[in-house]
């Protein structure tokens, strides 16, 4: 069983078939890159080292007690699954884990936008470890059978819920084949007793841009993840939005958990000119820099499409609203293209890259910290708002909440009169 070893908030996640991006913040593809020396460093050396005597003797005794003396019958599958689960957990990073071939495949299948499952996003707690919905997409198997906004998981089926455990791991129980049950038991603030939903999955096509005119020719975009067909979606909205003769635009980051650098970057540099320069930035069109653990930058993303809007912005983002979403706020505010709006987001600043290892295996490994066009940091600290306006206690367990009463909307609408 697959467990956090560290307490905190695991990026939320789509619960749908396969393993999701994660909400964070992934490399544009996945790797089959090598390291570049596999010679141990004299520091590793002087650290834990899995090929010493002492731990091929200790590793040994373990395994002769368990053959000898462990009562069960031993699926030699998971115990191999779970050395390198180890190796991964041992980090500490709740962010750096392990995927079987089956999990990677599926890591694969979420990126493109299609699935099988219940249709909601997922978070885990960073402060206490618990496991909530952070929103059922609409018309999904999760809103049709009542699972609402902040729910917090007790039990998925048989599986108890615990608060170290990984929400990758609870993730894979939520999942399933289209036109099977899964039976979900959930907390939920106000109600005498927990309540118990059995929910059929389905086919889940995640509509990652949504947009509208609202009155006064304000364009409303609504963006809930970033994948691989974000960017076009989103694009496509923008020009629509334009041609119907939109003075401005509010983009919704709000419950938006990450995903794709490639595609955050995409994004803005449609938004952004080539040639102009953020306060702090050392170069023009900075959008985003990469650091390693050696603070030696690893990539400079910059404005290069040639296509800028000539736009006022408001950005809307929350608590969830992590990662991509930070890199999209925080180069908004550093080019001062307008306000962003609502609560403080979420605070994960770190990249992780996808490697596929020779088995058709992977692992997710945290590779570098970013840094906004300014040079701050976002990491543990998130975006703080330029217009602080938190979400209206009565609705923040609606799945659905109209234009006219999402008051975090309309104080995003008022900075741009």
């Known amino acids: 069983m697959k467990k956090l070893m560290c307490l905190g908030l695991a990026a939320a996640m789509l619960v749908s078939a396969g393993c999701g991006s994660g909400a964070g913040v992934t490399d544009d593809t996945a790797s089959d890159r ?77 990126d493109s936008g299609e699935f099988e499952g219940i249709g909601a ?5 960073q402060d206490d470890g618990t496991i909530y919905v952070v929103k059922p997409l609409e018309d999904s198997p999760a809103e049709k059978a009542g699972l609402l906004p902040g729910d917090v998981i007790l039990r998925v089926d048989d599986l108890e819920l615990t608060t170290d455990m990984e929400l990758e791991f609870v993730v894979e129980h939520i999942r399933g084949e289209k036109g ?35 009155d006064d020719n304000i364009g409303y975009i609504q963006v809930e993840q970033f994948i691989e067909n974000t960017p076009d979606l989103f694009k496509d909205a923008v020009d629509d939005l334009q041609g119907q003769g939109a003075k401005a635009l509010v983009i919704d980051l709000r419950n938006n958990p990450g995903g794709l650098v490639k595609s955050v970057i995409s994004m803005l540099d449609y938004l952004i000119d080539d040639d102009a320069l953020a306060d702090g930035a050392e170069s023009k069109g900075l959008l985003l820099q990469t650091k390693d653990k050696n603070d030696e930058v690893l990539e400079n993303y910059s404005c ?9 912005v408001s950005v809307l983002i929350n608590g969830n609203s992590a990662s991509a979403s930070e890199i999209f706020a925080g180069a908004v505010q550093d080019y001062k293209l307008g306000k962003v709006v609502g609560t403080t987001s979420y605070g994960k600043g770190i990249v992780q890259s996808v490697i596929k290892l020779s088995d058709g295996s992977a692992i997710k490994l945290t590779i570098a910290q970013y840094f906004r066009p300014s040079g701050e940091v976002v990491h543990q600290v998130g975006i703080v708002p330029d217009v602080e306006e938190e979400l209206d206690e009565s609705l923040k367990q609606k799945v659905t909440i109209e234009h006219d009463e999402d008051n975090q909307l309309q104080k995003a609408l008022d900075t741009l009169d």
């Open 34 to 110: 090598k390291p570049a020396n596999s010679a141990k460093s004299d520091e590793s050396q002087d650290g834990f080292d899995e090929n010493s005597k002492d731990v091929k003797k200790k590793t040994a005794e373990i395994e002769q007690y368990i053959d000898k003396l462990y009562y069960f019958d031993i699926d030699d599958e998971k115990r191999e699954e779970s050395y390198y689960d180890g190796l991964m957990e041992g980090l500490d990073d709740r962010y750096s884990v392990y995927y079987t071939k089956d999990e990677y495949e599926k890591l694969m299948e979420d």
């Open 121 to 125: 996003t997922v978070s885990k707690n």
């Open 180 to 214: 099977t049950d899964v039976e979900i038991e959930v907390y939920r603030e106000g109600e005498p007793d927990y309540l118990t939903f059995t929910v059929t999955r389905d086919k889940i096509e995640t509509k990652t841009v949504a947009y509208e005119m609202l």
């Open 304 to 312: 290069e499409d040639g296509h800028s809007v000539d736009l006022p």
